[in-house]
């Protein structure tokens, strides 16, 4: 038999009675301690009192926030539930009643006003008691019973959420309906922080209206048919992208119009080929540009609207199709490789697209030119419209043919690239006309480029019409970049930079930038690069205005003398900043055929730098233009003794010139020295004026046709230092830095000042 509560068989104190009475009587001892300290008394009354004093083990319930306190030792009376020392919290009643209030209705506890705003109907815990709002309470505002608040139970709470006849048992935010849930309510509002999921067989819904808002994610997902029946308007807003999918087939009925709205971007994916049937489709782009992107391309529909798109069906030619569409209207190619056979002809008032499509002509081509555009001047179909147009094409003529022709008036190219032309990159009319006819084109931020760049062709842009604008445009490899011939002039240039070649090649000698033949010509910022002459304007019947030109080499293999402008004839030139980089073998000005201008005809015509370079040539009529237009020029001399002055004029002019001359150095005055130049005659020193030195020779020299004559001035004894050179008079004159007197001059007079002022 099992006797737990007898001492083991065993122990050696097993028969000792007196240690058995011992022992009994301490456990009694131990006992009725244990059970007088450890024993739980309930104070009655349960509510705690501040007057009431209590013993030790004694539990009492704070009447105001429900919170169960024991006293650990006894409690005198007037000591606070707060006093750790005496009291210690067992169970926090409140909290309990707290979560269980609130998850009923808003708790404001003991608050008299509003912590938040209530609505109407809303219920709220107020004093611990619960309430229906009557009207809307804004945050702040007092809560007045019996006024905008009434007296509410948990039923009406219930009943107002889910209906007076509501069977259901609620499980963990589980609500299982037996059998059938009518709710009947003015307002209904159902607020779930969570995840709600509805399952039903048929859901059937009628109402007035119907907002659904999502602040995340909205998902149908339909296994069977969906049907939309609107009997009004609909409207469609979509604020962000859009992706729709269909895997079958996609049927749109619309007995009215139909209008799409789309606020962000949207994109439609379709797995088959999409068909678009229409009278008429009109595409409008705030934007200025309406982009169709293909996988490898782009087709951008820029402030255009084409009649047609056409895309390459026959690698081998595609110039009948492309005629073909241009004879009927506007025409816009898809991004690509195109190969031409016969020439594109754009009809007057029509326009071709190319969205950076290439346009490569055959080997087998035989024809002058790869584009013509408007009507053929000489049936007298000449274009009137200004929306003649090629734009943002490339043509590559692989050496067989020039680029385009213009044969209609107001035509214009726009933004394309001409490769590798056989001599012309552009012909604007035909050349060799004699018509002087306007033609009115507008070519802008278009380029003739020629690789290798050792390979020239002969002209880049060539006007055989008048009244032309040239905007940002740039020739690479020509021989001359822009040509206005006879039959052109009124010529605008802006921003135009043409580029010669390599001046070892063949043909570069005859290089020139701009050439321009014929009445009225302005250039504004242009730059002409490595030409041997600059401008060319021998045979401008017409004014000539410079507003910013640049002249420049970028190398010197060919050592020929390279002029910036060269000038003829009696053609006013006006304008301002004029650079032309200085080197040995660059002439800033020249005047062809030795004929020296008038005064009048430089009269606002001014270079960036007033000082000659060390290398300035004495042929330069550059330095005619500062003496005659400045009256003085500066000269630089300090580490030299001498310097030579030109001072006749062409021998085939009758009139004679008399000049006379004033030169200041740092050494020296000279004062009144004065020659007379007549034509094919020798010359005459009307006066050898005073010098304040003794040590100053002026020789004069001429060469032996009698067209040039010198004046060299030297100090025989020293350098000069700088000089100023005031010249009287109308003379032209030329002052070489550094003087080589030719072979042929021939010594006519010669003077040394011995006597100083």
């Not at 304008?575 to 005047?591: D, K, N, Q, T």
């Not at 000082?611 to 000269?635: A, C, R, S, V, W």
């Given at each position: 038999m099992y006797t737990p509560w007898l001492i083991p068989e065993g122990h050696e104190y097993q028969y000792d009675l007196g240690w058995l009475v011992r022992k009994l009587l301490s456990f009694e001892t131990e006992l009725n301690t244990a059970i007088d300290l450890k024993t739980i008394h309930y104070a009655d009354p349960l509510q705690w009192d501040i007057t009431t004093q209590y013993s030790p083990n004694t539990v009492v319930v704070d009447p105001k926030t429900g919170t169960a306190y024991m006293s650990k030792i006894p409690v005198p009376?007037?000591?606070?539930?707060?006093?750790?020392?005496?009291?210690?919290?067992?169970?926090?009643?409140?909290?309990?009643?707290?979560?269980?209030?609130?998850?009923?209705?808003?708790?404001?506890?003991?608050?008299?006003?509003?912590?938040?705003?209530?609505?109407?109907?809303?219920?709220?815990?107020?004093?611990?008691?619960l309430y229906q709002a009557q009207r809307d309470i804004p945050q702040g505002s007092k809560y007045i019973p019996d006024v905008n608040i009434v007296s509410a139970t948990i039923a009406d709470a219930?009943?107002?959420?889910?209906?007076?006849?509501?069977?259901?048992?609620?499980?963990?935010?589980?609500?299982?309906?037996?059998?059938?849930?009518?709710?009947?309510?003015?307002?209904?509002?159902?607020?779930?922080?969570?995840?709600?999921?509805?399952?039903?067989?048929?859901?059937?819904?009628?109402?007035?209206?119907?907002?659904?808002?999502?602040?995340?994610?909205?998902?149908?997902?339909?296994d069977g048919n969906m049907s939309d029946h609107v009997d009004g308007v609909t409207t469609k807003n979509y604020g962000g992208a859009v992706t729709a999918a269909y895997g079958s087939s996609l049927d749109v009925g619309v007995t009215g119009t139909y209008s799409a709205d789309y606020r962000g971007d949207a994109t439609e994916t379709y797995a088959g080929k999409r068909n678009v049937s229409v009278q008429r489709m009109q595409l409008t782009s705030s934007a200025k540009t309406l982009p169709i992107v293909f996988p490898d391309k782009t087709l951008d529909l820029h402030n255009v609207t084409p009649d047609f798109i056409y895309n390459k069906t026959d690698n081998d030619d595609s110039s009948v199709d492309i005629n073909s569409l241009l004879a009927k209207g506007n025409v816009m190619l898809v991004p690509g490789e195109y190969t031409i056979k016969s020439p594109i002809t754009i009809p007057s008032g029509n326009q071709l697209i190319g969205n950076g499509a290439n346009i490569s002509v055959s080997t087998s081509f035989t024809d002058d030119y790869a584009i013509i555009i408007g009507g053929d001047p000489d049936s007298g179909a000449l274009s009137t419209n200004t929306q003649t147009l090629v734009e943002n094409i490339s043509i590559t003529c692989n050496f067989v043919c020039n680029g385009i022709y213009i044969r209609g008036k107001r035509c214009n190219v726009q933004n394309v690239k001409i490769n590798d032309v056989s001599e012309i990159g552009i012909d604007v009319f035909k050349y060799g006309n004699n018509k002087h006819t306007p033609s009115d084109a507008y070519i802008a931020y278009t380029e003739i480029n020629q690789h290798p760049i050792t390979k020239y062709h002969k002209i880049g842009i060539r006007l055989n019409g008048t009244d032309n604008n040239i905007i940002a445009c740039r020739t690479l490899g020509s021989q001359i970049g822009i040509q206005s011939t006879a039959d052109g002039g009124g010529l605008y240039c802006t921003d135009c930079h043409p580029l010669a070649f390599e001046s070892n090649t063949t043909g570069w000698s005859d290089s020139i930038g701009f050439d321009l033949q014929d009445t009225g010509t302005v250039l504004t910022n242009c730059y002409a690069d490595n030409f041997k002459i600059g401008i060319n304007i021998v045979s401008q019947k017409g004014p000539l205005t410079i507003n910013g030109f640049t002249y420049y080499c970028w190398e010197y293999k060919n050592v020929e003398?390279?002029?910036?402008i060269q000038l003829g004839g009696t053609v006013p030139i006006a304008?301002?900043?004029?650079?032309?980089?200085?080197?040995?073998?660059?002439?800033?000005?020249?005047?062809k055929d030795y004929y020296w201008p008038t005064i009048g005809q430089f009269s606002t015509l001014s270079f960036i730098s007033s000082?000659?370079?060390?290398?300035?040539?004495?042929?330069?009529?550059?330095?005619?233009?500062?003496?005659?237009?400045?009256?003085?020029?500066?000269?630089n001399v300090a580490t030299d003794k001498s310097f030579a002055l030109i001072v006749s004029p062409d021998a085939t002019k009758e009139n004679f010139m008399q000049n006379t001359f004033d030169i200041l150095s740092e050494e020296f005055i000279l004062s009144g020295l004065t020659l007379k130049a007549i034509p094919g005659n020798t010359p005459t020193i009307t006066s050898w004026g005073v010098c304040s030195a003794t040590d100053v020779t002026v020789t004069v020299k001429q060469s032996e046709d009698k067209t040039q004559t010198y004046l060299l001035i030297e100090k025989n004894s020293g350098y000069m230092g700088n000089v100023n050179v005031f010249p009287r008079g109308i003379g032209a004159v030329a002052l070489p830095r550094t003087f080589t007197a030719p072979s042929n001059l021939k010594q006519t007079h010669i003077h040394t000042y011995t006597s100083p002022l």
């Open positions: 009376a007037g000591v606070q539930l707060t006093n750790t020392d005496y009291w210690v919290v067992v169970f926090n009643y409140q909290r309990i009643y707290d979560k269980i209030m609130s998850g009923v209705a808003f708790n404001d506890q003991d608050n008299l006003e509003a912590s938040k705003d209530i609505q109407k109907y809303d219920f709220v815990w107020f004093g611990g008691d219930l009943a107002a959420y889910y209906g007076d006849t509501r069977t259901a048992s609620i499980t963990n935010d589980t609500v299982t309906v037996a059998e059938t849930q009518k709710i009947a309510a003015k307002n209904r509002v159902i607020s779930v922080t969570g995840d709600q999921t509805v399952n039903a067989g048929d859901i059937a819904e009628t109402s007035a209206n119907r907002t659904i808002k999502t602040t995340a994610d909205y998902h149908v997902d339909v003398m390279r002029t910036g304008g301002s900043g004029v650079l032309i980089a200085p080197s040995p073998y660059v002439r800033r000005m020249l005047w000082n000659e370079p060390d290398n300035f040539h004495y042929d330069d009529t550059g330095l005619q233009t500062e003496i005659m237009t400045n009256k003085n020029y500066i000269k």
